[in-house]
Structures are given as C-alpha cells and as structure tokens.
C-alpha cells in the first residue's frame, strides 16, 4: 500500500506527459480530477486485488469523493501540474516498477484520463457508494469493492486499456502489420 501522493505524483508526470504530447484536447489535472482519479484507481485495485492502493480514506464530499490531505495541501489551485520535484519523478517510476499497481494506474488513466473534472463527479454522483454514503463520511471500502465488482468497473477499465494498447501497438508496428496482411 502506498501513500496517497506517490499516487498523486503519478498522475501527475502522467498528465504531463500527455501535455508534453500531441494531444490538443490535454489539459492540466486539476484537483477535483485527481481526487476522481484517485477513488476510481482504488476502486479497481479493491476489486482487482482485494486490497487498497493506497494508504488515504476517501471521504463523501459534496463535489463527490475526495481525500482530505489531498485536498488540503493543494486547496486554492486549480492546476496541480506546474511544479514537479525529482521526488515526483521517483514516486512515479516507483509506482511503474510496481506491475499490479502499474497496470490498474495505466489503465484508469486511459479509461477515464480523457473526462472532464464535472463529467467524473457527475458520474460518482450517480453510483451507489458517494450517494449511499452521508456527506462528510468515509465511502468503506467494501461498499466501492461490492458496487464495482458488481458493476464491473474492472472489466470495463480493462476494456478500454486493452484496445488502447492493442491500437498503439499497431500503429506503431503498422507497415510491418500492412507487409504481413498482403502476404
């Protein structure tokens, strides 16, 4: 189990380097993002491996789950991205040389990285764990691991990573796939 901001830090390299990237619909993480990112990282390591990812309670705030030590050390900004320490770059490598967790960061990233801050409170607003939880509250993590489960989440992380990586492969790999596909 980790501390909360090595998982912070990860998302955060993680969203720089898509910023450093091609992509122009990128954007700066925000708070309110990570906070998202991180209940639904847990979320999929509580279902996938039956233990937490990391060491914080996720609280029922009005704008959705959120982890309070997150929240307090970056209240007032918006942007979360604009400082990175070499210590940010050791938690993210650390958490990449980390297989379990490195695939369940990875594939939230890529099922979910793409939505806006509203878009993913909107969507924890909808689901049983934040609206069965009183405001203020801790969201157990057996309530998040029986709703996922049930629902899937993994599957449908899973889902969406897989065909991300298999298309990245093939573009990559694409005029040795087009030699293959003529012969």
Do not use: C
Request: net charge negative; hydrophobic share 40%.
């Amino acid at each position: 189990m980790y501390n909360v901001f090595k998982v912070v830090n990860w998302f955060r390299l993680k969203n720089v380097e898509e910023l450093v990237s091609e992509d122009v619909n990128a954007e700066p993480l925000t708070q309110m993002k990570v906070m998202k990112l991180l209940y639904y990282a847990q979320a999929t390591f509580l279902v996938k491996y039956g233990q937490r990812l990391f060491d914080s309670d996720i609280l029922a705030w009005k704008f959705g789950p959120v982890i309070a030590e997150v929240h307090d050390k970056y209240r007032g900004k918006r942007n979360i991205v604009e400082s990175i320490s070499y210590e940010a770059y050791q938690d993210f490598n650390t958490l990449e040389s980390d297989v379990r967790a490195s695939q369940v960061l990875n594939a939230v990233y890529i099922a979910l990285g793409s939505y806006s801050a509203s878009t993913l409170m909107k969507k924890t607003h909808t689901e049983m764990p934040w609206k069965s939880t009183s405001q203020g509250a801790k969201i157990e993590d057996d309530k998040m691991e029986k709703f996922y489960k049930e629902t899937g989440l993994d599957t449908e992380v899973s889902e969406k990573y897989d065909h991300v990586i298999m298309r990245k492969l093939y573009e990559e790999n694409r005029e040795a796939m087009d030699i293959l596909k003529y012969k």
